[in-house]
């Protein structure tokens, strides 16, 4: 017998619909994770490596200021999930840091088992016990979701319900939810917002798929007399499968400390060295949009990938959130080029667009087709997004291309 603290990660391999234990986890003293592959695992004849841990008999640790290695680490729930799993475990009001006595393994074995990619962790190898959060209805969620906000203990009824919350990354309030017996995550408006954010995510997924950016099915409803944005879940395919789902922070080998360091060419380089395909007018477009939008909170948890074992593919995009801002001068948070810049305009990405192997002319040609799809259908995004006449003359021209954005074009 051992006094180490350990987990066991499933993970659901390629056209399967059940998981299957592939590794252990152990607690190391400073609270970080080891991962090891399980001998059973190994000898299979399907066994997929989990990316950035090879298949081998080898005892992974986390490097940095990581706590979990490789596609592990994206399987932990993020601040908002932190928030609700110290909720439900009686710590009302408590920081999700060091001080609220939990560590990375317990918020892996109290997260919902139905999280982000395809990959869950149990306290056992043999027998495989979901999480499961008790059925609820999206005005339940909402409200769970409103009195954690306001810092008002859960009533037992919706304590379970909220576990739906853990599973999703992100800081703000959402949840997963099942609408026609498929998942959907819910986003919910936050009491801290100064600006439409919902209204203004869901003009800006409108508006992505009609400047060729993929994106998931969305949808915006109305709950307690608040605007939610629905969207489908792109790592769960209707068949029943679970897709694994790896972020550029872990494909870039980062931490949360050293995150701010990667850049939109690392980003390419990372994927091509594991893609046959070339995503960099892809990857271009994105950036572009980003800044059309005055999307400046672009980090590297919102871009992602998919991973089948030998390969990434970019994920559709999301997270496509504009950030809220008073003045034209702004800069993203993830450099476009290789030298660090990173201003929040149209006119200086195309200047640097062979950073990210791109021309000068396709540079000039996204963009120029952004920002005319964007003028023509913004009325069209607005009233998808259920904005009033207020909050689309705020948001157009301060969010939406903001004159900092298009200067000198």
Request: charged fraction near 25%; glycine fraction near 8%.
């Amino acid at each position: 017998m051992t006094s180490e603290r350990t987990g066991f990660v499933w993970t659901w391999l390629p056209g399967e619909t059940s998981p299957v234990p592939c590794g252990m986890l152990t607690e190391q003293s400073n609270g970080s994770l080891a991962f090891q592959y399980g001998r059973h695992y190994l000898e299979r004849g399907d066994a997929m490596a989990l990316f950035g841990l090879p298949l081998a008999p080898t005892r992974y640790l986390s490097s940095g200021y990581a706590l979990i290695p490789g596609e592990v680490q994206d399987a932990a729930p993020d601040g908002w999930g932190r928030r609700v799993i110290l909720e439900t475990t009686g710590q009302h009001g408590a920081v999700p840091d060091n001080s609220a006595g939990l560590r990375e393994l317990d918020y892996l074995l109290r997260s919902g088992s139905d999280r982000i990619g395809a990959l869950d962790v149990q306290r056992s190898s043999a027998e495989y016990v979901p999480r499961s959060p008790d059925p609820a209805t999206l005005e339940q969620l909402q409200r769970a979701a409103e009195l954690i906000e306001e810092g008002v203990p859960l009533p037992a009824e919706l304590d379970r319900a909220l576990v739906h919350g853990t599973s999703v990354g992100g800081a703000r309030p959402k949840a997963t939810i099942t609408v026609d017996g498929q998942p959907w995550m819910a986003k919910f408006s936050s009491s801290s917002d100064h600006y439409p954010v919902v209204g203004a995510e869901a003009a800006s997924m409108f508006l992505a798929k009609k400047v060729g950016i993929e994106t998931v099915d969305t949808t915006v409803v109305r709950s307690l007399g608040k605007e939610v944005i629905l969207m489908r879940r792109f790592d769960r395919p209707p068949d029943g499968t679970r897709k694994h789902v790896v972020t550029a922070l872990t494909f870039l080998g980062l931490d949360e400390v050293s995150a701010r360091y990667g850049t939109y060419p690392d980003i390419l380089e990372a994927l091509r060295t594991h893609s046959d395909n070339d995503p960099a007018r892809e990857l271009f477009r994105r950036v572009a949009f980003n800044i059309a939008i005055g999307n400046t909170d672009d980090h590297v948890r919102n871009h992602s990938a998919f991973w089948n074992g030998a390969a990434l593919t970019l994920t559709p995009a999301y997270d496509l959130s504009p950030t809220s801002r008073s003045g034209e001068t702004a800069s993203q948070a993830i450099a476009y080029g290789r030298n660090g810049e990173r201003e929040s305009n149209l006119n200086l990405l195309a200047k640097h667009a062979a950073d990210m192997s791109v021309t000068r002319a396709e540079a000039h040609d996204e963009i120029d087709y952004i920002v005319g799809t964007i003028r023509d259908n913004w009325s069209e995004a607005a009233d998808f997004a259920h904005l009033t006449d207020t909050q689309r003359s705020s948001l157009w021209g301060r969010q939406f291309l903001n004159p900092g954005a298009l200067r000198d074009r």
